[in-house]
């Protein structure tokens, strides 16, 4: 796998109230990634990105709402998310904010 796609598979984390239930219980972090994404992919690209060891990887893909504009009906679009599972004893801090470098 090539280094510039690993960069490329993980979108943003997904922060709701059942994403901070899974990471508090199971060493779980739920992260947004690319449609056609695979379960080795996403693997190696958060070991890459944040140098954790991770267990395993469980994916499901969501469906996006229709919604109503008015008279007018849309849809969302459709999106893949990964539950990441992370060894015993390792971390991700979502919350921490980068420093720039100056």
């Known amino acids: ?3 510039e796609r690993l960069l490329q598979v993980i979108l943003a984390p997904v922060v709701s109230e059942k994403s901070t239930m899974v990471a ?3 060493q779980q972090v739920v992260f947004r990634v690319v449609a056609n ?6 693997k190696a690209a958060v070991e890459l990105l944040f140098n954790v060891k ?3 990887v469980s994916t499901l893909n969501v469906k996006g ?3 109503r504009f008015g008279r007018f009906v849309g849809k969302r679009k459709d999106w893949k998310k990964a539950y990441v599972s ?3 004893g390792q971390e991700i801090d979502l919350t921490a904010t980068p420093v720039a470098a100056e």
């Open 1 to 3: 796998m090539n280094q």
């Open 24 to 26: 508090e219980k199971n």
């Open 37 to 42: 994404a695979t379960k080795p992919e996403i």
């Open 54 to 56: 991770v267990d395993g």
């Open 65 to 67: 709402k229709s919604k």
């Open 86 to 88: 992370l060894a015993q």
